[in-house]
Nanobody, 117 residues
């Protein structure tokens, strides 16, 4: 079974940057599209950014457009999320998984991102 392991979160001041990684381990897997999601306390999990297998297309939630960049390295089974100009409202646990519309894999533990004002 494929396991998703997110890492790279932490505490950062507003305006700072973080780079998240999502590594897929286990049996060889391929997904036509992968995404990052986040869940803030008391809120539902929401879509943040997505990328196709070939990385030919990326798409973002309006709230992060222009600040976040998603990328992937298929040889390493890893998806990244570069987050710049972070805001306190970006504080959440960040997860990766298949993009909306595909049957999701088991959710990983996520990685906590905390942005202080």
């Amino acid at each position: 079974q494929v396991q998703l392991v997110e890492s790279g979160g932490g505490l950062v001041q507003a305006g700072g940057s973080l780079r998240l990684s999502c590594a897929a381990s286990g049996r060889t897997f391929s997904s036509p599209a992968m995404s990052w999601f986040r869940q803030a306390p008391g809120k539902e999990r929401e879509f943040v950014a997505g990328i196709t297998w070939s990385a030919g297309s990326t798409y973002y939630a309006d709230s992060v457009k222009g600040r976040f960049t998603i990328s992937r390295d298929n040889a390493k089974n890893t998806v990244y999320l570069q987050m710049n100009s972070l805001k306190p409202e970006d504080t959440a646990v960040y997860y990766c998984n298949k993009s909306p519309g595909y049957t999701p894999l088991r959710w990983g533990q996520g990685t906590q991102v905390t942005v202080s004002s």
